[in-house]
Nanobody, 122 residues
Framework: QVQLVESGGGLVQAGGSLRLSCAAS????????MGWYRQAPGKQRELVAS???????RSGDFVEGRFTISRDNAKNTMYLQMNSLKPEDTAVYYC????????????????WGQGTQVTVSS
């Protein structure tokens, strides 16, 4: 019904930058909150940043102003610009979206992408 596809991960040296994208497609009426989460090996998944449909954002304390979340509602796409990357930012980054769909009845459901690996070398 709804697919979230992340792109933009990869290997970067400490201090470098990456830009992640998350494109939503499917039977979408509207997208409410979207967010980026990450999970490092042996650790719990944690919120990186989230953004509402009217661009209210929040982020984890560890972001410290290094990452910027944004979205293009017309394209159903969300972005995460990551600057000043550190080795501890190494993780799989997941896109999440609360999507309102109409399949028989109208409802809002949470969807996840498959994840994209971000590796920061020291």
């Amino acid at each position: 019904q709804v697919q979230l596809v992340e792109s933009g991960g990869g290997l970067v040296q400490a201090g470098g930058s990456l830009r992640l994208s998350c494109a939503a497609s499917g039977n979408i009426l509207s997208i409410n909150v979207m967010g980026w989460y990450r999970q490092a090996p042996g650790k719990q998944r944690e919120l990186v940043a989230s953004i509402t449909s009217n661009n209210i954002t929040r982020s984890g304390d560890f972001v410290e102003g290094r990452f910027t979340i944004s979205r293009d509602n017309a394209k159903n796409t969300m972005y995460l610009q990551m600057n000043s990357l550190k080795p501890e930012d190494t993780a799989v980054y997941y896109c999440q979206a609360d999507v309102t769909i109409l399949v028989g009845v109208r409802g809002t459901f949470r969807y996840w992408g498959q994840g994209t690996q971000v590796t920061v070398s020291s």
